[in-house]
């Protein structure tokens, strides 16, 4: 299905849905610094209800032209909290450092979650690399009531120490074990809820991902079941969009909203690279009106914390 959403360019801005839990495709918009007011609230809009959105043939846009574009739509956080070489204005997401295949939710292990990261496609494999997003609303919404009640009762620790890519240091190359050692060079941990309240749409969304090291106050195989419990929930085929890479495309996705997956199905000679761009988020606060907490590490540096919807 597709929805014409009324702005004041030359070309009308078209939303075309993806799928009836996630996932939309914009046309219609050229990306720049220069898009006029109704468009960028379009976009907003648009991220609000599908959680992650695609722009094809964005060919133009330079690393200035997407930071300006994210300009647009929030405060650009620095690149990243400890990767300071990949990076000044955009993070690099490059095979040559690893592949970040996991379900994760961007930066979870500081309090201030980013609200929104933007993915440009700059090189991509001949074949494979696509991504896949899930919807944290939809696994929420999709628990049984005993579940949800469960869930909002928990919280978990988030570190940036965890076993990246599920696999061993020794079977790292020299690039990868560089980039893994500079990941954790600052150590952070934050303890959030597992259900948080979306700061900007009410929606209750689960809050998990592979940064998590143990939930709150059960034994770590009471932990490990719940866990897998609630994150296959997230990853359920029904709550997922995934998206083929063309060079020039370019995704947002609402980080408060969603899980994503890097799928690591191209060969080694094969190379990837994307800029992402995280925006300013607010701190994580659970159905009970509790904050997440800091137990390790000061994120002040990496991000500002966006005041939360009708707050002074």
């Avoid at 719940?226 to 995704?251: I, K, M, N």
Wanted: net charge negative; proline share 4%; charged share 25%.
């Amino acid at each position: 299905m597709s929805v014409d959403y009324p702005a004041e360019t030359d070309t009308a801005v078209q939303v075309v849905n993806l799928g009836a839990h996630i996932g939309a495709r914009i046309d219609g918009v050229r990306l720049g610094g220069d898009l006029d007011a109704e468009t960028v609230a379009t976009i907003r809009a648009a991220l609000n209800e599908h959680k992650v959105i695609f722009f094809r043939g964005q060919q133009h846009l330079t690393e200035d032209g997407q930071y300006e574009f994210a300009e647009l739509l929030g405060n650009p956080t620095t690149p990243h909290p400890t990767l300071t070489s990949a990076g000044v204005k955009t993070l690099a997401i490059d095979s040559n450092h690893g592949r970040s295949n996991v379900w994760h939710t961007d930066v979870t292990f500081v309090d201030r979650v980013p609200k929104a990261s933007i993915l440009r496609a700059v090189a991509l494999p001949s074949y494979g690399g696509s991504t896949t997003w899930a919807s944290t609303v939809a696994a929420y919404n999709s628990l049984p009531e005993p579940l949800k009640r469960l869930a909002e009762s928990l919280r978990a620790r988030h570190t940036n120490q965890y076993d990246y890519a599920a696999d061993t240091e020794e079977r790292l190359d020299d690039s990868t074990k560089a980039y893994r050692r500079e990941f954790e060079s600052t150590y952070f941990e934050t303890e959030h809820p597992v259900v948080h309240v979306h700061p900007e749409t009410g929606e209750r969304a689960v809050l998990l991902g592979c940064f998590v090291k143990q939930l709150v106050g059960v034994s770590s195989s009471e932990s490990q079941a719940l866990f897998r419990l609630l994150q296959d929930r997230v990853t359920r085929l029904e709550h997922t969009v995934r998206w083929d890479w063309s060079r020039g495309d370019v995704a947002m996705w609402d980080n408060h909203a969603t899980q994503h997956y890097a799928i690591d199905d191209y060969d080694g000679s094969e190379h990837r690279r994307l800029t992402r761009i995280t925006l300013a988020g607010s701190i994580p606060v659970g159905v009970d009106g509790t904050s997440s907490t800091v137990i390790s590490g000061n994120a002040e540096y990496y991000s500002a914390v966006e005041p939360l919807k009708g707050a002074a």
